[in-house]
């Protein structure tokens, strides 16, 4: 099924230029993005599609750069993986997941490849990359066998390695259509064509350990076993559009509001999931408190949060002294300016 999308999405280019491109190797880079509303439940775990539409913020400066090229030895029946410099076991869980996404790509099942990837995002950040990863990946493969593929399908190929990479292919704010089709092709991302270069967001690292339950199984256990969950895709539809109109129009306050209560509604439905789904440490609650608190004392600041302990705090540039005062180990990225 995964093989028939990527045929759909790649068309023929991968085998009309696949002598053109030979021994070529192929890089990409992308940044890491923070859902403002969030995606969170696939209607098809195959194709990766989700039960709702979602909107990003990518961060600048912070993100993944893979190359990619094929190994040529008959010797060689594994692909090579490594992160940051290092080799990793084949049985490692992230080489695992690429060699599976690969398995799309090969022009024979013996074509393999030597992936080298490298992820600036800090890990004091607590920041997922699995969505700066692929669409990293994607854009090398793109480079390795020159598709020349446009945002659109670079996009749809990043969701079938992790949703929310779909986002990754733009810098600044980007839209993930739901889609309706069974097949597909109409669950992609898209640039929000706006500028807003007060915009900031603030990292606040509580705990960078490895989260106990990854996304993709967190959404499937939610979608199975919480019955809040039904009223998840509505609601995060329409703070989607509140979201959107809000880039459009600069309206921070609203933004802000929306972007939060999202969070909260993800985090509800993961606390009313079986076995429950409770990412949140005391320091995260405690985190929220101090932030509602300056809200009161006038600091225009939101927070929002995915599946794991650390906050990300939305603000405006004015606000950023009041901020840093705050919150001591922040660690602010700075807009795209564009
Ligand atoms: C809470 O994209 O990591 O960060 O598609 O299974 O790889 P898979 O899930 P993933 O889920 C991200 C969930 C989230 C919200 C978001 O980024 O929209």
Not at 82 to 111: C, H, I, W
Not at 152 to 176: E, V
Not at 276 to 285: N, R, T
Not at 315 to 337: N, S
Request: aromatic fraction near 8%; hydrophobic fraction near 40%; charge should be neutral.
């Amino acid at each position: 099924i995964q093989q028939k999308f990527v045929h759909q999405v790649i068309g023929h280019s991968a085998t009309n230029n696949r002598l053109a491109s030979k021994n070529k190797i192929g890089s990409g880079s992308a940044p890491v993005n923070i859902a403002l509303s969030k995606y969170w439940g696939k209607r098809d775990a195959t194709l990766n599609l989700p039960t709702n539409g979602s909107l990003s913020i990518s961060l600048p400066g912070l993100g993944t750069k893979t190359q990619i090229e094929r190994l040529e030895s008959q010797n060689q029946q594994t692909d090579l993986v490594s992160l940051n410099g290092q080799r990793l076991d084949q049985d490692n869980a992230f080489a695992k997941r690429v060699s599976q996404f690969l398995n799309y790509f090969r022009e024979t099942p013996q074509t393999f490849f030597k992936v080298d990837t490298e992820n600036s995002v800090p890990t004091a950040a607590g920041l997922a990359s699995s969505a700066s990863g692929y669409a990293a990946l994607v854009l090398a493969l793109n480079d390795l066998f020159a598709w020349n593929l446009d945002n659109k399908s670079l996009s749809l190929l990043a969701r079938l390695g992790s949703g929310s990479a779909s986002r990754s292919l733009f810098n600044g704010f980007a839209l993930w259509h739901q889609g309706q089709q069974a097949d597909g092709l109409d669950s992609y991302a898209e640039a929000i064509d706006t500028t807003w270069p007060e915009f900031c967001v603030g990292l606040l690292e509580i705990d960078v350990k490895q989260k106990p339950v990854s996304s993709t199984q967190g959404m499937q256990n939610t979608v199975e076993t919480c019955a809040l969950y039904q009223a998840w895709p509505q609601q995060a539809n329409q703070d989607m559009q509140t979201i959107l109109q809000a880039i459009k129009d600069h309206d921070f306050a609203t933004l802000g509001k929306t972007a939060e209560h999202n969070a909260l509604t993800m985090h509800a439905t993961m606390i009313a999931t079986w076995p429950p789904i409770v990412y949140w440490q005391p320091e995260s609650v405690e985190a929220m408190h101090k932030i509602w608190r300056l809200r009161e004392q006038g600091v225009a600041v939101y927070f929002t949060m995915d599946a794991g302990p650390n906050l990300k705090l939305l603000f405006l540039e004015t606000e950023k002294p009041a901020i840093l005062q705050a919150f001591k180990q922040i660690k602010i990225l700075e807009p795209f300016k564009s």
